[in-house]
């Protein structure tokens, strides 16, 4: 070995025996840095790995959804409309869909009611989410009461329970057949919700949608492309605002016991002083107090890193499903897919590393900087 | 303003690192004034103490710089969706004309950081400290500097809108705005390759001779900062088709994806290492007859072009092994 | 090999506690020569050894350093000697590191690490291999005595003990001047003899002794090549009673 990397290797080694030797100083910084590591990797992750979902999920869904608006609401749109929209070029299919929301009155929660596209259910019959399911204690067989839009009960016979790992937007959900659907929401006949247009080059959707809003003004078409990136939009807003006050709540909280923890100690400062006389320069100081700052936030780092990693992962984020799945009452439990990309680790370490390095040159510089003579006189 | 927690992390990293330069910047002055070699007060003594904290501060900054170069790139791919036409970072760089100042003025900044420790090192290797007027000189320069690339990179990322139509790789090469990568990309590919292996091996034997002389070092810094041009304008022009190997597809980030082995960070790595020791070569030549300087700055000058040397060699081995072998021809 | 002219230290500049600790001695001293150096509490001996052993710079006149150890670290004059007066701090430590080896008053050893370790410290930043510094530093601390007592925490030894362990941490990196300050003050009579001994051997080993004392047990015995005395940070040659 050269050296330089000689003089590296017994600085790093000194910096961890007298790292060691401050254990408890050590414990307390290294707990507080991976507590914030954790809560910021945390919320990234579970963002991500909803995002992910979302996105495989919309990965099936239509390319092209009309929607009509009146008076700048969503409105039930004619099936003439179909018709001529079928005609279109470029155009292969027209599928009316119907659906609506379902408020539980008992339980405050609302549920998403879709009615199937193909025969797979029976007039009577539902197919409902694993959430739901979970929440009324329902099985196959048993029977659901749903309330119409006249005020009188129906009784459905649960046929299938989707299963509990399938995703995020089933947990809710209940499939019915377009004949009950309509009946219980009192759908006016000649009318969908809305229409799921399939094109046949991807390309030419855009085309397509335009083309729709020169025929049917009061429609709007929204591509999957639009819905995706809202999703995007959305889901980035959202884990944006949170490490936004997360993060700053986090450094405020890191900031304060730094300046208390840290500020650095009589027998550390002797210490230094001893150092120093016995010839140790500023720079070699200096180097010291970088391998400790690279030590203690890659430890707490990696610490908080697999921390998060198991609370997402593992336990399906106990700590903050309300907070970040809150638009509903009824939640998913599934799991989480494991996932991680180098780009999340990436942010991660800039949020988190890249402060804390940037917070400890100036101490770090100020005691390299104590002098040697100090050590003359019986130290500090 | 897009939250996104790469942006997010991209603009806690600018404007820390943009703070804490300035505040080096602060001292750099200080250091201007008031530096007497001659002195040994203590006034002389807290200056001399100060630089350290500055070297600290820029080797950091360094390593920063680096660092959110990756992560920007990686952003703005990230955030490709967003946009109507954009494949990837290039056509969310393009959204609005913040993009590419930024990043050529992180570029710019990591460039500069590497040759200010390069000075700084021959500096600390003398006892009379001769270039601390020259480093803290530079040191202004590098500080507005990494303020722009700052005020760029916020208004950039305030200025993203989504649903903005932008163009990106797939069509630049089709022409109409005169954008920096659409000059690039539409630059004729084999000229553009032949004028890059010109200058390159041009630049090689200026080393080798810098190496084995000690001498020509202002050659071998123009001829760095000419190969990492013609070499980035090659690689988008001419040597990515064969990482691609598809025809049309001129773009110089997606080398930086896991499909092509993220290859970019080495391509690029080298250029920028070959053109700092280059340029910190070259950049010390004016100060080689400086008394306490003739017997530190030519073996450091010619370490430097001997490490410039081999970050080419690497660099133009590397792309033409990749043209020899791909499956893909040109033309 | 160490050359003072007229040097002064003037500590809080132009402050309203402005002291003025040494004022203006010139001194010289040659390889291998052993100097004493006398005075009352407060009279700057401490401060003189600190500028000596290049821990500071002084405020105005000239300290000369020569001698194999810095002729490759920094330029010399024409005479083969170094003006450490205004070189930067960083030149002052490696010539310190090379040149200087230091016992303090206070033993100054870190606390919660080994007596082997202490010892090892100031040869880190050197770049040295680990091991080779283990095994100078096992080496030095057998030849002093305390070889057995090596892997004892510094603050389960006793002082006499200790004291060897902080000669041992003082020779590590093979200085050629020994720079003792008060080095008998915390020790009894036994102790203050046995390090008498020791500095007598580094003594005829070739190392320089530059010792600050005022022990009559120090002073009074035959080591000193030369003694000098200081008071209110004036060299005074006629040695009058304390
Ligand atoms: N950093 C300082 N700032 C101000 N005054 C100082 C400083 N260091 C030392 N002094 C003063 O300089 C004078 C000389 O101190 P020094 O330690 O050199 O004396 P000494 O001869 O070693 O005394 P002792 O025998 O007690 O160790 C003292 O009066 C002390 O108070
Ligand atoms: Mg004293």
Redesign the pocket.
């Given at each position: 070995m050269t050296p330089a990397l000689d003089r590296q290797r017994n600085i790093l080694d000194f910096t961890l025996s007298s790292l060691l030797r401050r254990r408890g100083k050590l414990l307390s910084l290294v707990f507080i840095y991976s507590t914030v590591v954790f809560v910021l990797a945390s919320i990234m992750f579970f963002t991500h790995a909803l995002r992910r979902e979302a996105q495989i999920l919309l990965a099936d869904a239509p390319e092209l959804v009309v929607q009509r608006m009146v008076g700048g609401r969503h409105d039930p749109i004619p099936l003439e409309y179909a018709v001529a929209i079928s005609e279109i070029r470029g155009v292969s299919g027209v599928q009316p869909r119907f659906w609506g929301y379902y408020y539980d009155a008992d339980l405050g929660a609302n549920y998403t009611l879709q009615a199937v596209s193909d025969n797979s259910l029976q007039t009577g019959n539902i197919a409902i989410g694993a959430g739901l399911a979970q929440l009324r204690g329902l099985g196959n067989g048993d029977a659901f009461s749903l309330w119409g839009s006249d005020g009188q009960p129906r009784t459905f016979t649960v046929s299938r329970v989707f299963s509990p790992a399938s995703d995020l937007l089933t947990t809710d959900l209940i499939m019915t057949t377009e004949g009950d659907l309509r009946e219980l929401f009192n759908f006016s006949k000649g009318t969908a919700t809305d229409l799921s247009v399939a094109v046949r080059n991807p390309r030419e959707v855009q085309t397509v949608a335009e083309r729709i809003v020169e025929l049917f003004p009061d429609c709007r078409p929204i591509t999957r492309e639009d819905i995706q990136r809202t999703y995007t939009a959305v889901f980035d807003w959202r884990s944006g605002i949170l490490l936004v006050t997360a993060s700053m709540a986090i450094w405020a909280f890191v900031i304060f016991s730094w300046d208390r923890a840290s500020g650095i100690s009589a027998s550390e400062r002797q210490e230094i002083g001893i150092l120093k006389s016995t010839g140790w320069a500023t720079e070699d100081i200096l180097l010291l107090k970088l391998w400790e700052g690279i030590i203690v936030s890659l430890t707490s780092f990696l610490l908080g890193l697999i921390g998060a990693y198991i609370h997402i992962f593992f336990f399906s984020a106990p700590l903050f499903t309300s907070v970040l799945k809150g638009w509903a009452t009824l939640y998913p439990s599934f799991r989480l897919t494991p996932f991680i990309d180098y780009y999340q680790v990436a942010i991660l370490f800039v949020l988190s590393v890249f402060p804390f390095l940037l917070a400890t040159i100036v101490p770090s510089w100020r005691a390299a900087i104590i002098d040697p003579d100090n050590a003359m006189?019986g130290g500090a | 303003m897009i939250l996104q927690p790469g942006v997010i992390a991209l603009l806690l990293a600018s404007l820390g690192t943009t703070g804490l330069l300035l505040y080096a910047a602060g001292i750099g002055i200080q250091i201007l004034r008031g530096w007497d070699v001659t002195s040994s007060n203590e006034q002389q003594l807290m200056l001399e103490r100060k630089t350290a904290l500055v070297s600290s501060i820029i080797a950091i900054l360094l390593g920063f710089q680096i660092a959110t170069l990756a992560l920007f790139i990686y952003t703005a791919d990230a955030l490709h969706p967003l946009f109507t036409g954009s494949m990837c970072a290039v056509g969310t760089l393009n959204v609005n004309p913040f993009g590419y100042p930024t990043l050529l003025a992180k570029l710019a900044c990591t460039v500069i950081s590497g040759i200010w420790l390069i000075l700084n090192r021959a500096d600390n290797r003398s006892s009379s400290s001769p270039l601390t007027r020259t480093r803290f000189l530079w040191l202004l320069a590098l500080a507005p500097l990494a303020t722009f690339e700052s005020v760029a990179l916020v208004t950039f990322f305030m200025k993203l809108k989504p649903n903005v139509i932008t163009s990106c790789c797939g069509s630049l090469f089709d022409g109409g705005q005169a954008t920096l990568s659409s000059v690039l990309a539409g630059l004729t590919p084999l000229p553009t390759a032949l004028v890059f292996y010109i200058t390159a091996i041009a630049t090689l034997i200026s080393s080798l001779y810098t190496w084995r002389t000690g001498r020509g070092s202002r050659i071998l810094a123009v001829g760095s900062v000419a190969t990492f041009i013609t070499g980035i304008a090659a690689l988008i022009a001419f040597f990515c088709l064969y990482y691609y190997e598809i025809p049309t597809h001129h773009c110089p980030f997606c080398l930086l994806q896991p499909e092509y082995g993220r290859i970019g960070f080495l391509l690029y790595g080298l250029l920028i290492a070959g053109v700092i020791t280059g340029c910190g070569s070259g950049a010390l030549e004016r100060h080689k007859t400086k008394p306490g300087l003739t017997r530190v700055i030519p073996p450091l000058q010619r370490r430097l072009a001997i490490f410039a040397a081999v970050s080419f060699t690497i660099y133009l081995t590397l792309v033409t092994y990749q043209a020899a072998v791909s499956s893909f021809k040109s033309g | 090999m160490i050359e003072l002219i007229d040097v002064t230290k003037t500590?809080?500049r132009g402050a309203a506690?402005e002291?003025r600790?040494v004022r203006g001695i010139t001194l010289e001293l040659a390889a291998g020569e052993s100097l004493i150096i006398k005075?009352?509490?407060?009279?700057?001996?401490?401060?003189?050894l600190s500028m000596i052993g290049c821990m500071n710079r002084p405020t105005s006149g000239r300290i000369r350093l020569t001698g194999e150890t810095i002729a490759g670290l920094v330029d010399t004059d024409a005479s083969g000697f170094v003006e450490v007066t205004s070189l930067p701090e960083r030149f002052l430590t490696a010539i310190r590191r090379r040149m200087f080896g230091f016992v303090f008053?206070q033993f100054n050893l870190i606390r919660g690490i080994t007596a082997l370790e202490n010892v090892m410290q100031p040869a880190y930043p050197v770049g040295i291999p680990r091991r080779q510094i283990q095994h100078d530093a096992a080496e030095l601390l057998a030849s002093l005595g305390v070889g057995h007592r090596q892997t004892a925490l510094v603050e389960h030894l006793s002082g006499g003990e200790q004291q060897r362990v902080a000669i041992a941490r003082a020779l590590i990196n093979k200085p050629s001047v020994l720079i003792a300050?008060?080095p008998t003050a915390h020790l009894d009579t036994v102790l203050s003899r046995e390090f008498m001994e020791i500095a007598a051997q580094l003594k005829k080993m070739g190392t320089t002794l530059i010792i600050?004392s005022?022990d009559p047990l120090v002073y009074e015995s035959d080591l000193a090549d030369r003694t000098i005395v200081?008071r209110d940070?004036v060299l005074v040659t006629t040695d009058t009673e304390l």
């Open positions: 006189r | - | 500590f809080n506690n002291y600790a005075g009352p509490s407060g009279s700057g001996k401490t401060t003189l008053q300050d008060e600050a005022h200081v940070g």
